[in-house]
C-alpha cells in the first residue's frame, strides 16, 4: 500500500512509520519547540549523517511558524557527525568526527537534534563532551526511542516515537550507507542485513 523504491522491495520487513505520519509529527515537536524557546536565539545542531533529514524536516516547520507570525525563534544551525554503528551493532564507542571547532557552543542556548536513541548511552557520552564547552542549555530532540532493555534509562526532551528493538532503516536512517533513500521508516529484512553487509 506504500511506495518503496525496488531496489529496496525484498530487503524490508515491513514498514513501520509511514512518511505522512512523520510530517505530522514533526509538525507538532516544532510547535512545542518554538513555544518552550519563546525567542531564542537558539543553536540547532543536527547529528550527520542519520539526522539530516529529520533536521531539514524540523527547521522548516520552525521557520513556517516564524513566518505566520505565531511565534519568532532567532535560529542558527550548526552540525556534527558521530560514528557508533558497524552493521546492526553499536561499537560501543562514541567518535565525533567531521565537526568544526565546538567552542562556538559556549554561552548559547541549542537543541541537538538526533535520528534515534538506541540505549542512550552515545547520547549521554556526547551530552558529556558538549558540557565541556559550557552551553547555557541543552535540550535534545530525537525522532525516535527504541524500547529495549538494553537501556540507559536516558530520555530526550522530545520525542517523534517509541518503536520496538527492531533496526529501521529508511528516513536517512541508514545500514551500512544503504536505504537512506526510503522516504518511510521501515524494519530491514534479514535478506537486506545479509544483502548490505560490510
Known amino acids: 500500500m506504500f511506495c518503496i523504491p525496488k531496489h529496496y522491495e525484498n530487503d524490508v520487513e515491513s514498514i513501520l512509520i509511514p512518511k505522512g505520519l512523520i510530517t505530522d509529527r514533526i509538525e507538532r515537536l516544532a510547535r512545542n519547540i518554538c513555544c518552550d524557546v519563546g525567542k531564542g536565539p537558539l543553536v540547532g545542531l543536527c547529528v550527520l549523517k542519520g539526522g539530516y533529514q529529520f533536521f531539514g524536516d524540523l ?113 536517512a536512517l541508514d545500514y551500512n550507507e544503504y536505504f537512506r533513500d526510503l522516504n518511510h521508516i521501515c524494519i530491514i529484512s534479514e535478506t537486506g542485513k545479509k544483502k548490505y553487509a560490510v
Do not use: C, W
Request: proline share 4%.
Open 59 to 171: 527547521m522548516d516547520r520552525i521557520r513556517t511558524i516564524n513566518a505566520s507570525g505565531e511565534n519568532s525563534v532567532q535560529m542558527s544551525v550548526d552540525f556534527i557527525r558521530l560514528k557508533s554503528y558497524e552493521d546492526d551493532h553499536s561499537s560501543g564507542e562514541v567518535k565525533i568526527i567531521g565537526s568544526d571547532d565546538l567552542s562556538s557552543l559556549t554561552g548559547k542556548y541549542f537543541i541537538f537534534k538526533q535520528d534515534i536513541v538506541d540505549t542512550g548511552a552515545t547520547m549521554q557520552k556526547l551530552l558529556n563532551t558538549l558540557t565541556k564547552f559550557k552551553p547555557a542549555s541543552i535540550k535534545v530532540a530525537s525522532l525516535l526511542v527504541k524500547r529495549t532493555p538494553r537501556s540507559t534509562g536516558y530520555r530526550p526532551d522530545y520525542i517523534g516515537f517509541e518503536i520496538p528493538d527492531k533496526f529501521v532503516v529508511g528516513y
